[in-house]
């Protein structure tokens, strides 16, 4: 799957690409009902890619009369398990297939850089697929130990209507992290993808119906969060909502629920995650690797990058001249070169955001160790910023960008208090080469996933989302994932002499 092309076959690709921009309802490509539009753009080089249906409430309810409809039926959910297995295995063959036709539209999208969608997003995104389709035959229902009188049974069964709504910054990977388990489990799907980043979650949605995803049981609304994710939001006839997002955003869900039909929300947002560096972490190159890897891997726009070092005071001058010699491996430019790690930010919006964070090491008369130059609009060098303490802006609040602020500590109970001191809690990693303060300081930072001696999100079989305000209701990947998009139902059957007549008896 990483047999990444060069530059040339890549920008070969990109110019014959049609690319469409039809909202895709009941297994049909169609423009929104009122037949407004909205530019998608390459955020590399502000060249229009394509009009975009801007669909608004009319169009989310034609989805959701659609998806109920397949529900109610139950052209899929009815399907034996192992036959939504064979479909969705045929849906994840098609996207490998098509690997790097949605590599390239994924990197002129978002800016991505195209290596990275092709290496990372792609495998993971086909891997997520499979994982969940072939998990959905193996899972046993239970029976209660409720004694002879009675059996009672504990089945699940696939929630309903879900709507995913996503963000920009792996479109084809979140889609994959709720299309998955939700199309696995025989639920019908509506999914919203963020205004800046609508065309794989289109493609995605073509293959999956040219796979055997019946229509009606995944369908594509775009448009903009007002237009079309509040509607989702309050829609009575969507049984859940599965967000990825920021948290602002996230907490509009829980009040849509609350304001509707009391739907289920699952929310994976925000997340400030520390990387924990002790003076005795055993190898400083590779602590070095990992921190670099973690903090401008997809240019730091990612819910887990990590976005504060907190290192021991005696090792940082050590860490932070291997951590400058490493940032060297990670050229920034063109998204469809597969030589550069580094791409272009979303949007000239978000670029404007991330720089406004990056002018406060000036303003707060910071230590700039890295980086920092900023360019056409769009790019930002992976930028490292020493001095930071808990009062500053740098240190609180989610910058979503090629940002590392570096705060020191001086005994173990300094350091975890440095970690815990965030509304969020995501993710967080642990350098040391001591196993007993490993496991000690994984126990008391307050995060989803907490890695020892690397960066990273584990793997498929692993849950991911957030404690405090980085998360709520559940959790993306894994077996976890399965049970939010289903319900759990008791089945009693009495069995008692009363209602068991003679013959039986
Ligand atoms: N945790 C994560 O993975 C992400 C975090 N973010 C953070 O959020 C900041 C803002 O980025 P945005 O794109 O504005 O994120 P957002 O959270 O507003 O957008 C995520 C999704 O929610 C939808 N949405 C927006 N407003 C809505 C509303 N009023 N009702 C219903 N749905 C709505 C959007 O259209 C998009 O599909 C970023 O700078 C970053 O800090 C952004 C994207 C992903
Ligand atoms: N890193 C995957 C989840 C997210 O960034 O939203």
């Given at each position: 799957m990483s047999d990444l092309l060069t530059a040339g076959e890549y920008r070969a690709i990109a110019e014959t690409m049609t690319l469409g921009g039809n909202a895709f309802i009941n297994g049909i490509a169609r423009p929104a009902i009122s037949g407004e539009t909205f530019p998608t753009v390459n955020p590399a080089t502000g060249a229009e890619l394509a009009h975009v249906a801007a669909c608004g409430r009319a169009d989310v309810d034609l989805a959701v009369q659609k998806a109920r409809d397949a529900f109610a039926d139950g052209r899929w959910r009815n399907q034996a398990p192992a036959e939504r297995k064979r479909v969705l295995i045929a849906f994840a063959k098609l996207v490998e297939q098509n690997r790097h036709e949605l590599a390239v539209l994924e990197s002129l999208d978002s800016g991505k850089p195209v290596a990275e969608c092709q290496t990372i997003d792609l495998p993971e995104t086909v891997n997520t697929i499979r994982w969940h389709a072939e998990l959905i035959d193996k899972i046993y229902d239970h029976t209660a130990p409720v004694g002879h009188a009675a059996m009672a049974l504990v089945v699940r069964e696939p929630i309903g209507v879900v709507g995913c709504v996503l963000p920009w910054n792996f479109p084809l990977l979140m889609m994959a992290w709720k299309i998955g388990p939700a199309l696995?489990?025989?639920?019908?799907?509506?999914?919203?993808?963020?205004?800046?980043?609508?065309?794989?979650?289109?493609?995605?949605?073509?293959?999956?119906f040219e796979a055997g995803v019946p229509a009606g049981v995944l369908n594509v609304v775009t448009g903009g969060g007002p237009e079309v994710g509040e509607p989702i939001g309050l829609h009575s006839g969507i049984d859940m909502v599965s967000f990825t997002g920021s948290t602002a955003t996230g907490k509009r869900f829980l009040r849509y629920a609350a304001d509707s039909n009391m739907k289920r929300v699952v929310l994976e947002c925000g997340g400030k995650n520390p990387a924990v560096v002790f003076d005795d972490a055993e190898d400083l190159d590779l602590v070095a690797e990992q921190v670099v890897l973690g903090a401008f891997w997809n240019m730091g726009e990612n819910c887990s990058a990590t976005s504060r070092l907190i290192v021991h005071e005696g090792v940082k001058d050590d860490l932070l001249r291997r951590i400058k010699a490493y940032m060297r491996e990670w050229r920034m430019g063109d998204p469809l070169d597969p030589t550069n790690r580094v791409g272009a930010l979303v949007s000239r919006e978000h670029f404007a955001k991330v720089k406004s964070y990056i002018d406060k090491i000036k303003d707060e008369k910071l230590d700039l160790i890295a980086g920092g130059k900023m360019e056409g609009g769009v790019y930002i060098e992976p930028t490292v910023v020493a001095g930071v303490t808990r009062e500053s802006v740098l240190f609180k609040e989610e910058v979503f960008g090629p940002l590392l602020t570096v705060t020191t500590f001086n005994s173990v109970s300094e350091a975890i208090a440095l970690a815990n001191d965030t509304t969020y809690g995501l993710a967080a990693s642990i350098y040391t080469g001591n196993l007993k303060?490993?496991?000690?300081?994984?126990?008391?930072?307050?995060?989803?996933?907490?890695t020892v001696n690397c960066f990273g999100e584990g793997d498929i079989t692993t849950p991911f989302g957030g404690f405090q305000e980085s998360g709520f209701g559940g959790r993306d990947k894994s077996i976890f994932a399965h049970d939010q998009y289903t319900e759990i139902k008791t089945i009693w059957i009495d069995i008692s002499d009363r209602s068991v007549d003679d013959t039986v008896r």
């Open positions: 696995a489990a025989g639920c019908s799907v509506i999914v919203k993808p963020a205004e800046e980043t609508s065309l794989t979650a289109l493609r995605l949605a073509e293959l999956a303060k490993a496991l000690k300081a994984a126990r008391e930072i307050r995060a989803g996933t907490v």
